[in-house]
């Protein structure tokens, strides 16, 4: 090195000496060679110089800078890649900007200068999206305009990023994306989630059965599956019951007595988990008389009201077939007594002749 030298290497044995250069400045370097046996203080001046180097290590898949190893003093340096600007050098280098292909750097400081090149391999990365997220974000070096996007075997779509995952079910997934003859492809997980809360929209009492027909709403995603429901029964008679069932109606026969009121609450399940239960609907059986519930009600009104309308229709057939009836016997009279008259006629026009 340069003066005043650092003692930084023993050797045991006699010459010659390799010393590796790798970790040495570009440019001259000096050597004291220092004897210490023998002839103390026996030593010799030396010199050589070494080339300039500078070595780039070609990313994997998935990176987004390349790692360079020189020998030429990065401080002041400064590098250029490809045919751009030169800036500072700074390793290891971004490449996020880059297309796939070869490019060139070359990193230069004073005197010293140093060339080489890289490969940059085609790289889709896509991003596990949180648990309650709807898109995967992805990162590529393949230009996106004009770029194709196939999720799992579906058909080939113009890329946009974010990916729309609003319609994928849980599981693991495959995106591939190609331009021209440039292709990549990442897979990424969905995870799903315990299903939403369902809702009591039906309840009321069959009095015939003296029973409790119950009916909820499921709300579902892809996300969300729903592959069981679990229904609690609570009452004032101490009768508590829980049922898992697979669809969104029940009738409870069991354990139903008048007078006494029933609480109910439901919540769906799936292999991610339990949701929350639903707030809770009651309902109290009547002592006696009949509970009908409000459709019965409804179809009651529309069977009154077809019953009137094929009354009225009956009445209006009924009146034009009288009438129709009546003007026919009116025609049959008016015909007798013109067919009288006619034959008076003859008889006196017939007398005449006689006469």
């Known amino acids: 090195s340069s003066s005043p030298f650092t003692p930084s290497l023993l050797h045991a044995g006699f010459p010659p000496y390799n010393l590796s250069i790798l970790t040495l400045e570009a440019g001259v370097q000096k050597f004291l060679i220092t004897a ?9 001046l030396a010199s ?9 290590h070609t990313p994997s898949d998935y990176a987004s800078s390349v790692s360079c190893s020189s020998n030429i003093p990065l401080t002041g340096a400064q590098c250029i890649i490809d045919v751009g600007p030169a800036t500072p050098c700074i390793f290891p280098m971004n490449t996020s900007t880059l297309a796939p292909g070869t490019h060139n750097i070359t990193i230069s400081n004073s005197n010293l200068s140093s060339s080489t090149s890289f490969v940059l391999k085609a790289y889709l990365q896509c991003h596990t999206p949180s648990d309650y997220a709807s898109s995967v974000s992805c990162s590529s070096n393949i230009p996106l305009t004009g770029a194709q996007c196939i999720i799992d075997v579906g058909p080939a779509t113009p890329c946009t990023f974010p990916v729309n995952t609003s319609t994928l079910v849980p599981g693991t997934h495959y995106i591939t994306i190609s331009y021209g003859n440039l292709s990549s492809s990442a897979s990424f997980i969905l995870e799903g989630l315990p299903p939403l809360v369902p809702e009591i929209d039906q309840l009321y009492v069959l009095e015939k059965d003296i029973a409790i027909s119950i009916h909820w709403t499921a709300n579902t995603t892809f996300l969300r599956p729903i592959s069981s429901y679990t229904l609690q029964v609570s009452s004032t008679t101490a009768f508590n019951q829980t049922l898992t069932l697979t669809n969104t109606s029940y009738i409870l026969r069991m354990g139903v007595a008048r007078g006494h009121t029933y609480v ?7 292999a991610y988990g339990s949701g929350n239960y639903s707030d809770s609907r009651s309902l109290t059986v009547p002592n006696s008389g009949l509970l009908v519930p409000w459709w019965a009600w409804l179809i009651v009104a529309l069977l009154l009201l077809l019953a009137l309308l094929l009354c009225c229709v009956f009445c209006c057939c009924l009146f034009c077939c009288f009438k129709k009836a009546k003007q026919q016997t009116y025609i049959v009279k008016e015909y007798k007594a013109d067919t009288g008259k006619n034959f008076e006629a003859a008889e006196e026009y017939q007398t005449t002749i006689s006469i």
């Open 48 to 56: 050589v110089s070494i080339p300039a180097y500078l070595q780039c």
């Open 36 to 44: 210490t046996t023998g002839v103390t203080g026996a030593s010799t």
């Open 264 to 270: 109910f609450q439901v919540r769906a399940m799936n």
